[in-house]
């Protein structure tokens, strides 16, 4: 177990989400980056590295879930969704999968940090938890296209040279897999950087997809000051409070809070935890090592 909220807590905690308990099963990508924004912004956020040291005793203190498994596997485990919204009501499971859980569309940790949001809300006004299922996927060098109103699609259209009176209606559901392939071979046809260019300083709402090395010094980041001197993200979105510091604790190692846990969080006494830890219930590498933090 490791606990991944950052030391730069201000002083007077006034982090947004101070107080808030989250526990993330450690998985792929979009889950611990669900995890470091919510603790970017004040959660206290307990990662579970191996489900064979897991008490359900923890999810009782958590107000929410992440769940990064494929589907059915939170189940197989034996504390799925259902049976965590039992046991605990008030929890609120954030499920991330390549898909989501039933569906066909993509989207990613962004979606599932304002679904926490939103349930944390909900859950204020009627007392009750429940499930978020976001779907997640991974892209290369790619254009992002939003041109919904009829004047961006209009202007989208115009810069890339394609007749809207050949082509089916904007709106025009039925047609969207034909448009969709129409749109893919045609922004084949130029680079990433040749197409930003050519969008440059357009409404037609096309903005290019950065490479994670390229986030820190675009231009738009570098305005707003979205990283820190040494490329290191900040929390965002912006507040008007003001910036908050940057998070300086490194990433914790597996097992580094575990002994923290199971005494704070499960409430066993030190000797009970180390006797797990002596029995091989519960795994540290360093084992005994760890005596020394409590």
Not at 11 to 23: I, S
């Amino acid at each position: 177990m490791a606990n991944v909220t950052p030391s730069s807590i201000d002083a007077n905690g006034t982090r947004p989400l101070a107080g808030v308990r989250v526990v993330e099963f450690a998985g792929l990508a979009p889950v611990p980056f669900t995890g470091m924004m919510l603790a970017d912004f004040g959660a206290d956020v307990v990662r579970i590295d191996k489900v064979s040291d897991f008490s359900t005793d923890v999810l009782g203190r958590a107000d929410v879930v992440l769940d990064p498994y494929r589907p059915g596997v939170l189940e197989r485990l034996g504390f799925g969704p259902d049976v965590i919204l039992k046991k605990f009501p008030r929890s609120i499971v954030a499920r991330l999968t390549g898909f989501g859980q039933n569906g066909d569309f993509a989207g990613g940790a962004m979606f599932a940090v304002v679904g926490v949001l939103m349930a944390l809300v909900d859950r204020a006004r009627t007392g009750k938890g429940q499930i978020i299922d976001v779907a997640m996927t991974s892209d290369g060098k790619f254009m992002a296209v939003g041109a919904i109103e009829p004047q961006f699609y209009a202007e989208l259209m115009r810069i890339l040279e394609l007749d809207t009176s050949s082509l089916p209606n904007q709106m025009d559901m039925s047609k969207w897999d034909e448009m969709r392939a129409l749109l893919a071979t045609t922004f084949a046809k130029r680079t990433r950087d040749e197409w930003t260019a050519l969008f440059a300083g357009t409404d037609a709402c096309v903005t290019p997809v950065l490479e994670l090395e390229e986030a820190a010094e675009a231009t738009h980041n570098r305005q707003r000051a979205l990283f820190g001197p040494a490329g290191e993200p900040r929390a965002a979105p912006l507040l008007s409070a003001g910036p908050l510091p940057l998070a300086t604790r490194p990433e914790p190692s597996v097992g580094e809070h575990t002994m923290d846990v199971l005494t704070r969080d499960c409430g066993f006494t030190v000797k009970d935890a180390e006797a797990l830890v002596a029995g091989g219930a519960v795994h540290i590498p360093g084992g005994k090592d760890h005596k020394a933090r409590l």
